[in-house]
């Protein structure tokens, strides 16, 4: 009977571990590290910032005529936003982070 038990312990402890799966890190597409994104409307977007002053997204076109400002305080790090693109023209336009009246950021987007 002990053989029987002493055997039964041992497949016990036998067994193969369960793991734990962690949850995958989100995946940021971080905007101003591309020379050029193709974006299209509703698609989120990342920036990372190191301060909490009000910081400006300005879409222009290559002439430098503004089309679009929005005014945000981010929180530091990485702040993620959506772009709609559905009042855009279908074509190259900068898109800059401003603080301070100072340019961070510039990348080109096209707009799908």
């Known amino acids: 009977m002990r053989k029987y038990i002493i055997i039964f312990l041992i497949l016990i ?3 193969p571990e369960e793991f734990i799966e962690g949850q995958p890190l ?3 597409e971080m905007i101003f590290e591309e020379t050029i994104s193709q974006v299209i409307n509703g698609q989120e977007y990342s920036f990372e910032v ?3 002053e009000e910081h400006i997204l300005v879409i222009t ?3 430098g005529s503004v089309i679009s400002k ?3 305080i981010p929180t530091i790090g990485i702040n993620t936003k959506i772009i709609y693109t559905k009042s855009l023209p279908n074509e190259e336009l ?3 982070l401003n603080s301070g009246g100072v340019e ?8 799908e």
């Open 104 to 111: 961070l950021e510039k990348t080109t987007i096209i707009i």
């Open 70 to 72: 929005e005014s945000i």
């Open 13 to 15: 402890a036998c067994q």
């Open 50 to 52: 190191l301060t909490t």
């Open 26 to 28: 989100p995946q940021y």
């Open 94 to 96: 900068y898109f800059t």
């Open 61 to 63: 076109e290559l002439n």
